[in-house]
């Protein structure tokens, strides 16, 4: 039954625990509450806002019309071909907790995206990423309702246009859809990957013939806990700024100036940068101003210590702006902006 709420906390619901406040407000547990759910704001001509983990969200202001806290659970074997499974998931359900369910399972291939915060609904619009997997590799389809239509319907990986970040829900697809599940091609059959530097420098030591699945996300695990702060304990949206992407002819330039630059070629010829160190460089960590800063350890990190979204997006710009002159690199910000 739809529960609708006015003027609720949103503090609680951002992992930054930035200060805002929701007009209206409900939970969704099911395609027909939130079917329910578009229609009542429709009905009044409210603003629609889809929360889901809020582990990738800026709060600056308080947000206008209904806002939509996904509850949509369920995790299950859809079918299987050989050693090829393909599982359907609740756009409700914690990542994290769903990658210790594939694994306790025998479903393998999201180890290396453990401890990735927030919901499985947003996965896809992210295109979350770490250590070298992606989601859009493990992507097989997912269900969403139109948002001005109401209409349900199913959208394949080439519908959902990834990229690094990114996906046609950032761009085209922006506030006209609800994810409300997301189904996952894994596997029976492990197959580890372990190209990634960070993985293989925490491995280095390991016996290769004892690598499982299970290990490889307690490793990934470990190596998250070591570089980023847990957001129970000091707020924060994980990394604030993508890693830019460059032509090798600029990267040749930086390099011969600073040789400790850090970068990984594409496949296309061009390099990724490591946004860290180039906050880092640029003179940024653990600068704290006005309750908001940069992680003392991590500089591709902001946390929040009692300020504000606006303060925490001025700190942004200054940032942004610094790296820019230095390093003539333009920085992206990887969490959205609200409202």
């Given at each position: 039954?739809?529960?609708?709420?006015?003027?609720?906390?949103?503090?609680?619901f951002?992992?930054?625990?930035?200060?805002a406040?929701?007009?209206?407000?409900?939970?969704?547990?099911?395609?027909?509450t939130?079917?329910?759910?578009?229609?009542?704001?429709?009905?009044?001509?409210?603003?629609?806002?889809?929360?889901?983990?809020?582990?990738?969200?800026?709060?600056?202001?308080?947000?206008?019309?209904l806002?939509?806290?996904?509850?949509?659970?369920?995790?299950?074997?859809?079918?299987q071909i050989g050693?090829?499974?393909?599982?359907?998931?609740?756009?409700?359900?914690?990542?994290?907790?769903?990658?210790?369910?594939?694994?306790?399972e025998?479903?393998?291939?999201?180890?290396?995206?453990?401890?990735?915060?927030?919901l499985a609904?947003?996965?896809?619009?992210?295109?979350?990423g770490?250590y070298?997997?992606?989601?859009?590799?493990?992507?097989l389809?997912l269900?969403?309702?139109?948002?001005?239509s109401?209409e349900?319907?199913s959208?394949?990986?080439?519908?959902?246009?990834?990229?690094?970040?990114?996906?046609?829900?950032?761009?085209?697809?922006r506030d006209?859809?609800?994810?409300?599940?997301?189904t996952?091609?894994l596997?029976?059959?492990?197959?580890?990957?372990?190209?990634?530097?960070a993985?293989?420098?925490?491995?280095?030591?390991?016996n290769p013939?004892?690598?499982?699945?299970a290990?490889?996300?307690?490793?990934?695990?470990?190596?998250?806990?070591?570089?980023?702060?847990?957001?129970?304990?000091?707020?924060?949206a994980?990394?604030?700024?993508k890693?830019?992407?460059?032509a090798?002819?600029?990267?040749?330039?930086?390099?011969s100036?600073?040789?400790?630059?850090?970068?990984?070629?594409?496949?296309?010829?061009?390099?990724?940068?490591?946004?860290?160190?180039?906050?880092?460089?640029?003179?940024?960590?653990?600068?704290?101003?006005?309750?908001?800063?940069?992680?003392?350890?991590?500089?591709?990190?902001?946390?929040?210590?009692?300020?504000?979204?606006?303060?925490?997006?001025?700190?942004?710009?200054?940032i942004?702006?610094?790296?820019?002159?230095?390093?003539?690199?333009?920085?992206?910000?990887e969490?959205?902006?609200?409202p």
């Amino acid at each position: 039954m739809l529960d609708i709420q006015t003027a609720v906390s949103l503090q609680t619901f951002n992992t930054l625990a930035l200060p805002a406040r929701a007009e209206f407000f409900c939970r969704v547990d099911s395609d027909e509450t939130l079917l329910e759910a578009l229609r009542w704001a429709k009905d009044k001509g409210l603003r629609i806002t889809v929360l889901g983990g809020g582990s990738n969200v800026v709060l600056v202001d308080d947000i206008p019309g209904l806002v939509i806290s996904m509850a949509i659970s369920g995790i299950g074997l859809q079918h299987q071909i050989g050693d090829q499974l393909a599982v359907r998931v609740g756009a409700g359900e914690n990542w994290h907790l769903l990658v210790q369910r594939t694994l306790a399972e025998g479903w393998y291939g999201l180890e290396n995206l453990s401890l990735i915060p927030g919901l499985a609904g947003a996965a896809p619009i992210q295109n979350i990423g770490a250590y070298g997997v992606e989601l859009s590799e493990r992507f097989l389809s997912l269900e969403a309702i139109h948002i001005p239509s109401t209409e349900r319907l199913s959208m394949s990986a080439e519908d959902c246009r990834f990229g690094y970040r990114d996906s046609f829900f950032k761009h085209a697809g922006r506030d006209q859809y609800v994810i409300t599940s997301v189904t996952l091609s894994l596997s029976s059959k492990p197959q580890l990957h372990l190209d990634y530097p960070a993985l293989q420098q925490a491995l280095v030591e390991r016996n290769p013939t004892e690598l499982t699945p299970a290990l490889i996300s307690e490793v990934v695990c470990e190596v998250r806990r070591s570089k980023l702060p847990d957001p129970a304990v000091l707020p924060n949206a994980g990394s604030f700024f993508k890693n830019p992407v460059i032509a090798k002819e600029q990267y040749a330039r930086l390099i011969s100036q600073y040789p400790d630059l850090v970068g990984y070629p594409q496949a296309d010829g061009s390099v990724k940068l490591a946004a860290g160190w180039l906050v880092d460089r640029a003179g940024w960590k653990g600068v704290m101003r006005d309750g908001v800063g940069v992680h003392q350890q991590q500089a591709l990190v902001l946390v929040n210590r009692g300020g504000d979204g606006a303060k925490l997006l001025a700190l942004a710009d200054e940032i942004s702006q610094s790296v820019l002159s230095q390093f003539g690199v333009t920085l992206e910000l990887e969490p959205r902006v609200y409202p």
